[in-house]
C-alpha cells in the first residue's frame, strides 16, 4: 500500500511526486489522460512510486486514512475529480486541494465532503516547478487536527528557512490556506510592478543596456533588496534569444497576462475595504499594458541630466526597497482584515515564515517582517513596527524624488506612485475626509462623527424651501 497519492501528472503534480518519493515515502501518482503516467512511469516507477491508470486502481492502492494530493488546474477540474472520488473514497479519507483555487470555492467543496466524512484540505503552494521538486512554500488550510497529522510529511517536503524551519504550517479553517495563497500572488503583483518600473527608469533615463541594467540588479540583491524576485530579475536581463541573438527581454511582446488571483485578490479588499493600493496598481499596469494606444508625440524629455549617477541609482535602490515593503504591508494588512471578517485567527508570524524560502516571494525581508509580528504580536500594520517606521522614514525621500524624476521624463510609474500616496496617507492624522463627511451629510443626510464628541451628527446645511 502506497502512503500519498498524487493526481495530475503535468509538470508541478510530477514534481511534487518525485519530492515526496525523494523524502522516503511510497506515493501513488495517476492522471486523467494515460500519455502523462506513462511519461513519469517509464523514468520513475519503483516500488516507492506506482503508476495507476483508473481512479479505482489508484484509491484502491492507498493506504487508509487515504491522503490525496490534487495537483491540477483550479476550476472545474477540481469539482469533476471531487465527483469522479467521492464515491469510491472512505469516511476519514483526505482530500487535498495543491491548486490555486478561489478560497470560496475551497469553502464550499470543504462544507459539501464534511458532510460525506470526508477530510478537505486546501492548500496553497508556491514556488513554480523547481520549488515543487526541491522544496515548496506551503499553506494548509481546514481542520487543524487533519493539518496536524500531515505536518510531518509536508515539514520534510517542504523548503527550508536559513534557520532551517520548514515552510509549512496550520494556516486556518476552510479556504483560509487558499486565501493566504491569493494575497501571496497580490504581493507578488505589486513587487513584480515595482521592479518593471525602475527597470524602465534605468532604460529610459539612464539609457543603459540589460547588462549593466542586471548588474545593478545583481548589486542590490547582495544588500536589503535580496530577493528570489531581484535575482531572476538579473538572470532575465542577460538572457539571449536563442533565434535572433538579441536580448530575450527585447523579443517578448510588452503585454502582461494574467490568471486572476490578483483580481480576486482586489475583489475581497473591495469587499473588506482593505486599502491594497500597490496592488490594486499592479493588477491595473496588466491591464492597461494590453490598451496601450500609439505614442503620443512631445512626451519625451531630452533635456532632463542626472547629475549625480551613483546617488540616483542609490535612490532608485531605496525606492524600490520600500516600494517592496509596502506591497508586503498591503497583503498583511488584508490578511488581517481577512482574519477578522472570517473569524480565521490567522497567525502573521507563521505566514512570513512559511514565504520566508520555497515561494516566489521570498525575500530577506520576510525575516524582518516574522521578527516584527513576533516582537509586536497587535500590530495591525507592519508599517508600526519601529524597524519599518524607522525603513519608511529612511527610504520615503528616495521613493519621493524617484517618482519625481520619473514623471519629469513621462515615465508612468503606478505601483511606486501608489506606495508613496499610501505612506503619506496612513501616516496622515489630518487626511481631508472630513469635508468629504460634510459633502456626504450636504447632500444625502449621511451624518458624521464630531472631533469632540461622540456620537452620531447631522447638519441642516441649507435651508429648506
Ligand atoms: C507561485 C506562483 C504561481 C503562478 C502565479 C502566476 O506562487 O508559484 O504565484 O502560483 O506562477 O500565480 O500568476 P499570473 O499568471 O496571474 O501572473
Redesign the pocket.
Known sequence: MQQVGIIGMAVMGKNLALNIKNNGYSVSVFNITRAETDEVASKYADKNLLATYSWEEFVGSLEKPRKIIMMIKAGSPVDQTIEHLQGILDKGDILIDGG?SFYKDTNRRYQYLRKLGINYIGM?????EL?ALNG??MMPGGDEEICQKLLPLFKKIAAKTPANEACVNYIGPEGSGHYV?MV??GI??GIMQAICEVYDILRNILNLNNTEISDIFDKWNQGSLNSYLISITTNILRQKDPITQKDMVDVILNK???????NWMIEDALRLGTPISVIFAAVFARFVSNSTLGPLTNLVHSDFTVENRNKFIKQLENALYLAQIISYAQGFEQLSCASKAYNWHLNYANIAQIWEAG???RATSLADIKNSFVKHPSIKNILQAPFFEHLVKENLSSLRDTIKNAHECYIPTPVLDAALDYILSIFNAKLPANLLQAQRDYFGAHTYARIDKSGTFHTQWYDEK
Request: charged share 15%; net charge neutral; glycine share 24%.
Open positions: 490555486n496553497g503552494i508556491s514556488g513554480g520549488g515548496p512554500s495563497k501571496h500572488n507578488e503583483y502582461a497576462d494574467y490568471k486572476g488571483t490578483g515561494c516566489i516571494i
